[in-house]
């Protein structure tokens, strides 16, 4: 069974620039992938961020980013501030039917 | 307003079942594709299933399949999922959302507490 691979945790400091990967244990991650990313904070509903790869979800500052680098989608946090620190999730759409969520990046803002 | 309202959750016994409800208002429900998502206790988001506009298609993640029956009644406006032979490791809460380009889940309700505990 194919696993969504993310980064447990990363560490960004405030105004600095972050990219989180998402990627797959077996073959690439494309645009057929449609990747989403969500941001989700203690206690909290998800929040979407960024949907089809790189399309920001309304209300989503433009610091925030999705593309395709190599085998991964990313998303790229440019500028980040201390309300950024939250947990970061992607999905991938499998085929038939099927979505996947990655693990989950836990970001820190230091 | 976009509103996503899940309950029917609760505490269950090992292999007891429950049936979780969404009510959605503010869009056309019967025009969106609709998922469940779930998240146990400190872990990560789950993708459970997802029912097509019409009804007519149903798909879900292998650790539910079999057990779990996704449903919708656009005349409601609502959406179930009936949860047979449930585990521990089922316990989450569970969340609907309605479902575009592919893998784009939003909004989100607040979700539903589900507890499968002797």
């Given amino acids: 069974q194919t696993v969504v691979t993310q980064e447990p945790s990363f560490s960004v400091s405030p105004g600095g620039t972050v990219t989180l990967t998402c990627g797959l244990s077996s073959g690439s991650v494309s645009t057929s992938s449609y990747p989403s990313w969500y941001q989700q904070t203690p206690g909290q509903a998800p929040r979407t961020l960024i949907y089809s790869t790189n399309t920001r979800s309304s209300g989503v500052p433009d610091r925030f980013s999705g593309s395709i680098l190599g085998n991964k989608a990313a998303l790229t946090i440019t500028g980040a501030q201390a309300d950024d620190e939250s947990d970061y999730y992607c999905v991938l759409y499998m085929g038939s039917g099927i979505r996947v969520f990655g693990g989950g990046t836990k970001l820190t803002v230091l | 307003e976009v509103q996503l ?114």
């Avoid at chain 2, 959750?9 to 998502?37: E, H, I, K, N």
């Avoid at chain 2, 019409?54 to 009936?82: H, I, M």
Wanted: proline share 4%; with cysteine.
């Fill in chain 2, 5 to 118: 309202l899940e309950s029917g959750g609760g505490l269950v016994q090992p292999g007891g079942s429950l049936r979780l409800s969404c009510a959605a208002s503010g869009f056309t429900f019967s025009s969106y594709d609709m998922s469940w998502v779930r998240q146990a206790p400190g872990k990560g988001l789950e993708w459970v299933s997802v029912i097509s506009a019409s009804g007519a298609s149903t798909y879900y993640a292998d650790s539910v399949k079999g057990r779990f029956t996704v449903s919708r009644d656009n005349s409601e406006n609502t959406l179930y999922v009936q949860m047979n032979s449930l585990r521990a490791e089922d316990t989450a809460v569970y969340y609907c959302a309605p479902v575009a380009s592919g893998t784009k889940f939003d909004p989100w309700g607040q979700g539903t507490q589900v507890t499968v505990s002797s």
